[in-house]
Protein backbone atom coordinates (compact mmCIF):
# COMPACT_ATOMS: atom_id res chain seq x y z
CA UNK A 1 0.00 0.00 0.00
CA UNK A 2 1.44 3.33 -0.85
CA UNK A 3 2.23 5.27 2.21
CA UNK A 4 0.62 8.58 2.25
CA UNK A 5 2.73 12.12 1.72
CA UNK A 6 2.66 14.30 5.19
CA UNK A 7 3.73 17.61 5.28
CA UNK A 8 3.59 19.87 8.84
CA UNK A 9 3.90 23.58 8.78
CA UNK A 10 4.30 25.89 11.33
CA UNK A 11 3.44 29.65 11.37
CA UNK A 12 2.95 32.11 14.34
CA UNK A 13 3.07 30.32 17.91
CA UNK A 14 5.36 28.96 20.02
CA UNK A 15 5.45 25.47 17.74
CA UNK A 16 4.06 23.29 21.16
CA UNK A 17 1.91 21.52 19.11
CA UNK A 18 4.74 20.19 16.76
CA UNK A 19 6.35 19.54 20.00
CA UNK A 20 3.65 16.88 20.83
CA UNK A 21 3.94 15.56 17.96
CA UNK A 22 7.55 14.70 18.85
CA UNK A 23 6.77 13.59 22.56
CA UNK A 24 5.13 10.86 20.74
CA UNK A 25 8.36 9.04 21.03
CA UNK A 26 7.74 4.96 20.25
CA UNK A 27 4.40 6.30 18.58
CA UNK A 28 6.63 8.56 16.55
CA UNK A 29 7.99 4.90 14.89
CA UNK A 30 4.53 3.41 13.85
CA UNK A 31 3.47 7.18 12.09
CA UNK A 32 6.97 6.88 9.99
CA UNK A 33 5.90 3.30 9.18
CA UNK A 34 2.41 4.33 8.41
CA UNK A 35 3.04 7.48 6.12
CA UNK A 36 5.88 9.42 4.41
CA UNK A 37 6.45 12.85 5.97
CA UNK A 38 8.13 14.51 3.86
CA UNK A 39 8.52 18.44 5.28
CA UNK A 40 8.41 18.82 8.78
CA UNK A 41 9.62 22.29 9.52
CA UNK A 42 10.66 21.86 13.67
CA UNK A 43 12.89 18.84 12.62
CA UNK A 44 14.49 21.04 9.72
CA UNK A 45 13.02 19.14 6.72
CA UNK A 46 12.14 22.00 4.86
CA UNK A 47 11.36 21.19 1.44
CA UNK A 48 11.54 24.25 -1.65
CA UNK A 49 9.31 24.48 -3.81
CA UNK A 50 6.93 23.03 -1.20
CA UNK A 51 5.85 19.52 -2.11
CA UNK A 52 2.79 18.05 -2.92
CA UNK A 53 0.68 16.00 -0.46
CA UNK A 54 -1.76 14.14 0.54
CA UNK A 55 -1.77 16.15 4.38
CA UNK A 56 -0.92 18.97 5.53
CA UNK A 57 -0.97 19.55 9.01
CA UNK A 58 -0.64 23.66 9.47
CA UNK A 59 0.16 24.78 13.14
CA UNK A 60 0.32 28.56 14.13
CA UNK A 61 -1.94 31.64 13.13
CA UNK A 62 -1.60 34.29 10.31
CA UNK A 63 0.14 37.42 11.72
CA UNK A 64 2.35 38.40 8.92
CA UNK A 65 1.47 39.25 5.41
CA UNK A 66 4.16 37.20 3.58
CA UNK A 67 2.95 34.23 5.79
CA UNK A 68 -0.64 34.30 3.45
CA UNK A 69 1.08 33.54 0.74
CA UNK A 70 2.94 30.35 1.98
CA UNK A 71 -0.44 29.16 3.37
CA UNK A 72 -1.95 29.61 -0.10
CA UNK A 73 0.76 27.70 -1.90
CA UNK A 74 0.41 24.81 0.82
CA UNK A 75 -3.68 25.14 0.12
CA UNK A 76 -3.06 24.07 -3.39
CA UNK A 77 -0.43 21.55 -2.87
CA UNK A 78 -2.45 19.60 -0.93
CA UNK A 79 -5.40 17.18 -0.80
CA UNK A 80 -6.55 17.81 2.61
CA UNK A 81 -5.89 20.84 4.77
CA UNK A 82 -5.65 20.43 8.80
CA UNK A 83 -5.41 23.38 11.10
CA UNK A 84 -3.37 21.75 13.97
CA UNK A 85 -3.96 23.73 17.31
CA UNK A 86 -5.74 26.32 18.50
CA UNK A 87 -3.26 28.96 17.13
CA UNK A 88 -4.27 27.75 13.30
CA UNK A 89 -8.07 26.95 14.35
CA UNK A 90 -9.24 30.21 15.68
CA UNK A 91 -5.89 32.51 16.30
CA UNK A 92 -4.84 31.58 19.56
CA UNK A 93 -4.00 33.19 22.49
CA UNK A 94 -2.26 35.72 20.52
CA UNK A 95 -5.62 36.90 18.61
CA UNK A 96 -6.45 38.71 22.08
CA UNK A 97 -4.25 41.77 20.06
CA UNK A 98 -7.42 41.52 18.16
CA UNK A 99 -9.30 43.43 20.33
CA UNK A 100 -6.36 45.95 21.84
CA UNK A 101 -5.27 49.41 20.69
CA UNK A 102 -2.51 48.48 18.72
CA UNK A 103 0.18 50.13 20.16
CA UNK A 104 -0.92 49.25 23.32
CA UNK A 105 -0.49 45.06 22.20
CA UNK A 106 2.77 46.35 20.78
CA UNK A 107 3.78 47.42 24.12
CA UNK A 108 2.95 44.72 25.73
CA UNK A 109 4.26 42.19 23.36
CA UNK A 110 7.38 43.69 22.26
CA UNK A 111 8.27 46.63 24.78
CA UNK A 112 8.07 48.77 21.33
CA UNK A 113 5.00 51.62 20.41
CA UNK A 114 4.05 49.45 17.20
CA UNK A 115 3.83 45.80 15.68
CA UNK A 116 6.19 44.23 13.69
CA UNK A 117 6.33 45.43 9.48
CA UNK A 118 4.44 43.56 7.99
CA UNK A 119 2.02 42.53 10.52
CA UNK A 120 -1.46 41.58 9.05
CA UNK A 121 -3.95 44.03 11.07
CA UNK A 122 -5.56 41.40 12.31
CA UNK A 123 -4.71 38.15 14.02
CA UNK A 124 -6.11 35.03 12.72
CA UNK A 125 -7.01 31.30 12.19
CA UNK A 126 -5.61 30.15 8.56
CA UNK A 127 -9.57 29.22 7.20
CA UNK A 128 -9.40 33.44 6.44
CA UNK A 129 -7.30 32.68 3.96
CA UNK A 130 -7.79 28.94 3.08
CA UNK A 131 -10.25 26.36 3.41
CA UNK A 132 -9.96 23.98 6.03
CA UNK A 133 -10.82 20.58 5.76
CA UNK A 134 -10.67 19.64 9.29
CA UNK A 135 -9.98 21.30 12.40
CA UNK A 136 -7.40 19.04 15.53
CA UNK A 137 -8.13 22.09 18.36
CA UNK A 138 -5.97 21.99 21.47
CA UNK A 139 -3.15 24.54 23.42
CA UNK A 140 -1.44 21.98 22.74
CA UNK A 141 -3.19 19.66 20.50
CA UNK A 142 -3.70 16.26 22.46
CA UNK A 143 -0.77 13.88 20.88
CA UNK A 144 -3.09 10.94 20.97
CA UNK A 145 -6.03 12.66 19.03
CA UNK A 146 -3.13 13.58 16.50
CA UNK A 147 -2.51 9.55 16.43
CA UNK A 148 -5.59 8.70 16.09
CA UNK A 149 -6.10 10.99 13.33
CA UNK A 150 -3.33 10.12 11.33
CA UNK A 151 -4.08 6.27 12.01
CA UNK A 152 -7.54 7.30 9.72
CA UNK A 153 -5.94 9.09 7.57
CA UNK A 154 -4.09 6.10 6.50
CA UNK A 155 -7.31 3.75 6.40
CA UNK A 156 -9.01 6.17 4.01
CA UNK A 157 -12.01 6.93 6.90
CA UNK A 158 -13.91 10.03 7.07
CA UNK A 159 -12.51 13.02 9.43
CA UNK A 160 -15.89 13.18 11.56
CA UNK A 161 -15.02 16.43 14.36
CA UNK A 162 -16.36 16.17 17.89
CA UNK A 163 -19.77 18.04 17.88
CA UNK A 164 -20.59 17.96 21.23
CA UNK A 165 -19.41 19.57 24.33
CA UNK A 166 -16.12 18.63 27.43
CA UNK A 167 -19.43 17.94 29.78
CA UNK A 168 -20.17 14.42 27.86
CA UNK A 169 -16.81 13.22 28.68
CA UNK A 170 -17.00 14.42 32.17
CA UNK A 171 -19.92 12.71 32.88
CA UNK A 172 -18.58 9.68 31.10
CA UNK A 173 -15.58 9.65 33.79
CA UNK A 174 -17.41 10.53 36.48
CA UNK A 175 -16.32 13.37 37.39
CA UNK A 176 -18.52 15.45 39.53
CA UNK A 177 -19.48 18.75 37.97
CA UNK A 178 -17.13 21.73 39.17
CA UNK A 179 -19.70 24.49 38.15
CA UNK A 180 -21.71 22.52 41.13
CA UNK A 181 -18.46 22.79 43.65
CA UNK A 182 -18.16 26.88 42.76
CA UNK A 183 -15.33 26.29 40.27
CA UNK A 184 -15.58 28.30 36.78
CA UNK A 185 -15.79 25.46 34.07
CA UNK A 186 -16.08 26.75 30.27
CA UNK A 187 -17.16 23.02 29.93
CA UNK A 188 -20.68 23.99 28.84
CA UNK A 189 -19.63 25.52 25.56
CA UNK A 190 -16.15 23.85 24.48
CA UNK A 191 -15.57 21.11 22.14
CA UNK A 192 -15.14 17.91 23.58
CA UNK A 193 -11.89 15.61 22.58
CA UNK A 194 -9.49 15.87 25.45
CA UNK A 195 -11.06 13.67 27.64
CA UNK A 196 -11.88 16.32 29.95
CA UNK A 197 -8.06 17.12 30.61
CA UNK A 198 -8.26 19.76 32.96
CA UNK A 199 -11.67 18.75 35.07
CA UNK A 200 -9.90 15.31 35.66
CA UNK A 201 -7.26 17.54 37.60
CA UNK A 202 -9.61 19.81 39.47
CA UNK A 203 -9.20 22.56 37.06
CA UNK A 204 -12.05 24.54 35.21
CA UNK A 205 -11.95 23.97 31.11
CA UNK A 206 -10.14 27.22 30.08
CA UNK A 207 -11.19 26.77 26.33
CA UNK A 208 -8.53 25.73 24.36
CA UNK A 209 -10.20 23.54 22.03
CA UNK A 210 -12.70 26.30 21.12
CA UNK A 211 -16.26 26.42 21.00
CA UNK A 212 -18.52 23.30 20.28
CA UNK A 213 -20.66 23.52 17.16
CA UNK A 214 -24.17 25.39 18.65
CA UNK A 215 -22.32 26.38 21.84
CA UNK A 216 -25.52 27.85 24.44
CA UNK A 217 -22.96 31.14 24.84
CA UNK A 218 -25.69 33.16 26.65
CA UNK A 219 -26.44 29.86 29.20
CA UNK A 220 -22.93 30.24 29.72
CA UNK A 221 -22.27 33.80 30.61
CA UNK A 222 -25.48 33.50 33.17
CA UNK A 223 -23.81 31.01 35.15
CA UNK A 224 -20.46 33.28 35.33
CA UNK A 225 -22.53 36.27 36.30
CA UNK A 226 -24.43 33.99 39.05
CA UNK A 227 -20.70 33.45 39.52
CA UNK A 228 -20.12 36.92 40.47
CA UNK A 229 -17.72 37.65 37.34
CA UNK A 230 -17.66 41.37 36.28
CA UNK A 231 -18.33 41.95 32.40
CA UNK A 232 -15.10 42.20 31.98
CA UNK A 233 -13.33 38.98 33.41
CA UNK A 234 -15.86 37.42 32.12
CA UNK A 235 -14.72 38.84 28.50
CA UNK A 236 -11.26 37.50 29.41
CA UNK A 237 -11.66 34.40 29.97
CA UNK A 238 -13.91 33.85 27.27
CA UNK A 239 -11.16 35.33 25.18
CA UNK A 240 -8.35 33.79 26.63
CA UNK A 241 -7.38 30.97 23.63
CA UNK A 242 -10.14 31.65 20.97
CA UNK A 243 -10.82 35.62 21.33
CA UNK A 244 -11.99 35.33 17.02
CA UNK A 245 -14.75 32.88 18.52
CA UNK A 246 -15.96 35.53 21.05
CA UNK A 247 -15.24 38.77 19.13
CA UNK A 248 -19.36 39.26 19.82
CA UNK A 249 -19.64 38.11 23.28
CA UNK A 250 -20.50 42.00 24.76
CA UNK A 251 -23.57 41.76 23.18
CA UNK A 252 -24.74 38.97 25.67
CA UNK A 253 -23.69 41.17 28.50
S1 LIG B 1 -16.68 20.05 35.29
FE1 LIG B 1 -16.83 21.34 33.46
S2 LIG B 1 -16.70 19.94 31.75
FE2 LIG B 1 -17.14 18.74 33.57
S3 LIG B 1 -19.38 18.57 33.62
FE3 LIG B 1 -18.84 20.35 34.84
S4 LIG B 1 -18.95 22.06 33.45
FE4 LIG B 1 -18.86 20.23 32.20
S1 LIG C 1 -10.26 20.77 29.60
FE1 LIG C 1 -10.49 22.62 28.34
S2 LIG C 1 -8.64 23.85 28.68
FE2 LIG C 1 -8.25 21.76 29.43
S3 LIG C 1 -7.29 20.70 27.72
FE3 LIG C 1 -9.50 20.27 27.58
S4 LIG C 1 -10.33 21.89 26.25
FE4 LIG C 1 -8.29 22.55 26.90
Known amino acids: ?9 GF ?5 CQLEILDLEEALLDIFNM ?3 VNFEMVGIKKKPLPRVDVSFVEGSISKEEDIKKLREIREKSRIVIAMGACACFGGVQGIRNFMDSK ?5 AYGIDDCPRGSTEKIS ?7 VDYYLPGCPIDRKEFLQLVKKIVLGRGLKPQTYPLCVEC ?9 DR ?3 CLGPIVRAGCDALCPSLNRGCEGCRGMVVDANLMEQIEIMKKMKFSK ?3 IRKLRIFAANQFKEVEKYL
Do not use: F, H, Q, W
Open 1 to 9: MKKPKIAIY
Open 12 to 16: TGCSG
Open 35 to 37: VEI
Open 104 to 108: EAARA
Open 125 to 131: GIDEYVK
Open 171 to 179: KRKGIVCLL
Open 182 to 184: GIL
Open 232 to 234: EEI
